[in-house]
C-alpha cells in the first residue's frame, strides 16, 4: 500500500511540474502574441541520443527519441538524413503535413561556427527538397545554445554542462554569447564524463605498473569486459582500440569506487569539480552584476552523482556566483527559440 502512495505522489509531483513549465510556455506564447495554433519542432541531438517534440495547439502533440545526430560521430550527412527523418516522423505521429511547421529549431552536437551551421540547415533542406518537402522556416543551431536558452529561459546568465563532454554558455547581455570549454577529449572538456573515465583509465595502468596507488576501478574493469586479462595487462589497450568500451563507460563504475571509499576515485572527482568550476569563473568576468546565475544542466548532472553535489559546493565558494534551478531542458530551449523565430516573422 505504501508503495502505491507513493507513485501516485510521484505521478502528481510530475504532474504538476509538468502543468507549471507548459503554462509558462503558454504564457510566453501570449506575450509574444503567437497564437496556439502555431505548428513547432524541437530537437535536441545530443552526443549520446537525439530528442524531439512537435507542438502544436498549446501541447505536445508527438515525441520520440532516436540515436545520436553529433557530426563528429556520423557525419554531417548522416546527420542531416537523421534529422529529416525526425522531423517526418513526429509530423506523421502527429497526423500533418511537414508542410504546415511554421518553425523548426535543431541543436546539434558538433555544429558551432555559423557555416557548419548554415550547411547542416542547407543539406537538411535539400534532402527534404528530394522528398518533395520544404519547409517554413529551419534553424540548425548548437545543442548548447538550445540548452542554455532553455536553461535561463531567455535571461542573462550561465550554464555548465556536464556529460559525456563538458562546456560552459554565458549570456553577459541580450544578443551576446561566450563559450568556455567544450574542446572536445582529444584536446580538453577537462571534468567530463570521457575525461573520468579516461583519467580512470590512467590510474590502473599507472597501478599495474605500480607507479601508482591500487584502485577498485581494476576489479570493476575486469568484470566487466571479460576480454580484459589482469595478468595481460596489454589486453586493456586491446579492448579500447576495438571499441569494447568508450571512456565515459567507465565513468559510473568510478563513481561507485569513489562513494565506497576509493582514494585514488574519489581523488579524481576532486579533480574534476574543480576543473568544471574554473568554467564559470572564467566566464563570470564578462558579466557587470555582483552575482550571476549559474545553471547546472547534463546526463552527469540530471543523475545527481557525486560530482554534482561536490561542484555545487565548490560553486558556493565563489561569491559573485548564484546557483539557480534550471528554467527548462535543452528541448524547451528549442521550443523557444522556434517561438522567437515566428515572432521576428510576424
Not at 527519441?65 to 557525419?75: E, F, P, Q, W
Request: proline share 2%.
Amino acid at each position: 500500500m505504501l508503495k502505491i502512495l507513493l507513485f501516485f505522489n510521484y505521478l502528481a509531483l510530475l504532474l504538476c511540474f509538468t502543468v507549471g513549465f507548459w503554462l509558462k510556455i503558454e504564457k510566453m506564447i501570449h506575450n509574444m502574441n503567437i497564437p496556439k495554433d502555431y505548428t513547432i519542432i524541437g530537437i535536441d541531438g545530443g552526443g549520446t541520443k537525439t530528442h524531439g517534440v512537435l507542438y502544436t495547439d498549446g501541447q505536445i502533440k508527438s515525441e520520440m527519441k532516436a540515436g545520436t545526430t553529433r557530426i563528429g560521430a556520423v557525419g554531417v550527412g548522416e546527420s542531416s538524413e537523421r534529422t529529416l527523418n525526425m522531423i517526418v516522423e513526429l509530423c506523421n505521429k502527429a497526423e500533418i503535413e511537414v508542410s504546415e511547421l511554421d518553425a523548426v529549431v535543431v541543436g546539434v552536437a558538433g555544429v558551432w561556427l555559423e557555416e557548419e551551421k548554415k550547411r547542416s540547415a542547407q543539406l537538411i533542406k535539400t534532402l527534404a527538397r528530394g522528398q518533395g518537402i520544404k519547409f517554413s522556416d529551419l534553424m540548425v543551431t548548437s545543442d548548447a545554445e538550445i540548452a542554455l536558452e532553455g536553461a535561463l529561459g531567455g535571461a542573462n546568465g550561465i550554464m555548465v554542462i556536464v556529460g559525456t563532454g563538458s562546456i560552459a554558455l554565458a549570456k553577459p547581455e541580450k544578443n551576446k554569447l561566450n563559450r568556455c570549454g567544450g574542446w572536445g577529449i582529444e584536446l580538453d572538456d577537462e571534468g567530463s564524463g570521457a575525461w573520468i573515465g579516461r583519467e580512470g583509465l590512467t590510474a590502473v595502468v599507472r597501478a599495474l605498473d605500480g607507479r601508482g596507488k591500487a584502485t577498485m576501478l581494476t576489479d570493476k574493469i575486469v568484470k566487466l569486459y571479460p576480454s580484459i586479462d589482469i595478468k595481460i595487462p596489454r589486453t586493456i589497450v586491446k579492448a579500447y582500440a576495438e571499441r569494447v568500451f568508450e571512456y565515459q563507460n567507465l565513468t559510473p563504475y568510478l563513481m561507485e569506487c569513489a562513494e565506497k571509499g576509493d582514494e585514488v576515485s574519489l581523488e579524481i572527482i576532486q579533480r574534476s569539480a574543480r576543473h568544471l568550476l574554473e568554467l564559470p569563473t572564467t566566464l563570470m568576468k564578462d558579466f557587470k552584476e555582483s552575482k550571476v546565475n549559474v545553471a547546472l544542466m547534463g546526463g552527469i548532472i540530471d543523475a545527481d552523482t557525486l560530482l554534482k553535489k561536490m561542484l555545487e559546493k565548490e560553486i558556493a565558494t565563489v561569491e559573485k556566483l548564484k546557483l539557480a534551478k534550471p528554467v527548462g531542458s535543452a528541448i524547451d530551449g528549442a521550443l523557444m527559440m522556434a517561438m522567437k523565430m515566428i515572432e521576428q516573422d510576424l
